[in-house]
C-alpha cells in the first residue's frame, strides 16, 4: 500500500509534487559536506561559495565553536518556542555582555 493509498489527504500534495518535478521545477535543498568556506563541497563537488552569510570567516574560527559548545552544554539545544512564550535565558545574557 502506498503513502497516498493509506493517507488519502495527501494525494493532492503528492500529485502537485509530482507535476513540479515533471515541469522540472521541483526544488532540492543542496547538502553542505564540509563546513561553510569561501571554497567548500556542496552533492559532492566543490564550489565558491558566494552565497554564505560568513562573509567574516567566523562560523569555522576555532573560539567560536568552542564558546559555542561551551553554550550548548550549559543550555541546550533548540529554542523550545519563541521567547516570548518560552522564556530567555542566553539571548538576554548576551545583549547585557553586549551592551
Partial sequence: MTET?????LAHLTAVLDELRAKGTHFNLRILDD???????YDGK???NLAS???????NHP????AALA???AFG???GAVRTIAGTTYASWLGRCLS
Avoid at 493509498?5 to 489527504?9: E, G, K, W
Avoid at 563546513?35 to 563541497?41: D, M, Y
Avoid at 552569510?53 to 562560523?59: E, H, P, S
Fill in 77 to 79: 539545544v533548540g529554542s
Fill in 71 to 73: 553554550a550548548t552544554k
Fill in 5 to 9: 493509498a493509506a493517507r488519502p489527504q
Fill in 53 to 59: 552569510n560568513n562573509y567574516l570567516g567566523l562560523a
Fill in 35 to 41: 563546513q561553510q568556506a569561501p571554497v567548500c563541497h
Fill in 63 to 66: 573560539k567560536l565553536i568552542e
Fill in 46 to 48: 566543490q564550489v565558491i
